[in-house]
């Protein structure tokens, strides 16, 4: 099925991580131009363009808390590419300890809102003033099923993400559509949200060897199971396509296995060898 991305130059903040990198090798998969954001993970992303050498990549460090760093990584993509047709808000920050609100520093909390809210506000800002003079433009966010059902002992994290599932997303649909309006050959500006649940990848290496708490886990999902970076990438790779979801716009979509805030499985009929 054709995409429409060939060509397309897409903005991944947050490649360095395992969701980011994901979906920077799906698009790259679909013919994109990729600009590959980082802020620590310098190595890791120069890995990832070594992976990438068919496809023609930038990297480009920035601290996206700051209002420079946003400015210079979409103006670094801009100079490159002289556009830039879609931006995937990836980048994020979670506390990895169990801190329940009640303990919780208002150091702790500036931080995370900073790692999840500043980060995709910032760089969503200075690409949407792109889209303002491309008249094109279209993005997704990466919240958290935290975002749909909570998380406790990480208020903070979900809180943040519920904020670009539902206020930032839903907001946004309207203002992008009118910044790149629709025309007979254009399906105009969108803008979507995905939610990925617990998902394989290099933070969790830790958690991911623990079976008592992967079955607690898989036993919320009608398909019990962890997801795999790829799923997330597949879904945005769609959502991006103006070609694949040309009237989808201000949606937020769980990627999840069916899950619930409640139990779908006994802890015996979960093989976690299999999740």
């Known amino acids: 099925m054709n995409s429409g991305l060939r060509g397309q130059v897409v903005v991944v903040t947050g490649a360095s991580g395992g969701i980011g990198a994901a979906i920077a090798r799906g698009f790259a998969a679909e013919g994109a131009r990729l600009v590959l954001h980082y802020h620590k993970g ?18 480009v460090p920035a601290d996206l808390t700051r209002e420079s760093g946003a400015q210079r990584l979409l103006a670094a993509a801009s100079k ?12 994020g ?4 300890r169990d801190v329940p609100l009640h303990r919780m520093s208002l150091t702790q909390w500036r931080r995370t809102m900073d790692g999840i809210l500043t980060t995709a506000f910032l760089s969503t800002r200075e690409f949407l003033r792109l889209v303002a003079r491309q008249k094109r433009g279209n993005a997704v966010l990466i919240a958290s099923t935290a975002a749909v059902f909570g998380e406790a002992n990480h208020a903070d994290y979900a809180s943040g993400k519920a904020a670009l599932a539902y206020g930032l997303t839903r907001s946004l649909k309207n203002e992008l559509a009118r910044l790149a309006p629709h025309t007979r050959q254009y399906c105009g500006g969108r803008i979507n949200c995905l ?5 394989v990848v290099p933070r969790l290496a830790a958690r991911l060897g623990d079976a008592k708490m992967i079955r607690k886990v898989a036993a919320t999902m009608a398909l019990p199971q962890l997801a795999r970076p790829e799923d997330i990438a597949h879904a945005a790779v769609f ?3 103006d070609l694949l979801a040309r009237h989808i716009t201000g949606q937020t979509l769980v990627i999840a296995g069916g899950m619930e805030g409640r139990l779908l499985w006994t802890a015996d009929e ?3 060898r299999l999740v």
């Open 195 to 199: 939610c990925p649940g617990w998902t």
């Open 42 to 59: 310098g190595e890791r992303v120069r890995a990832l363009q070594r992976q990438l050498a068919g496809n023609e990549t930038l990297a």
């Open 270 to 272: 979960i093989d976690p």
């Open 93 to 96: 920050a979670w506390e990895v």
């Open 80 to 91: 490159r590419f002289g556009r830039v047709d879609t931006l995937i808000a990836n980048a």
């Open 239 to 241: 959502l991006a396509s």
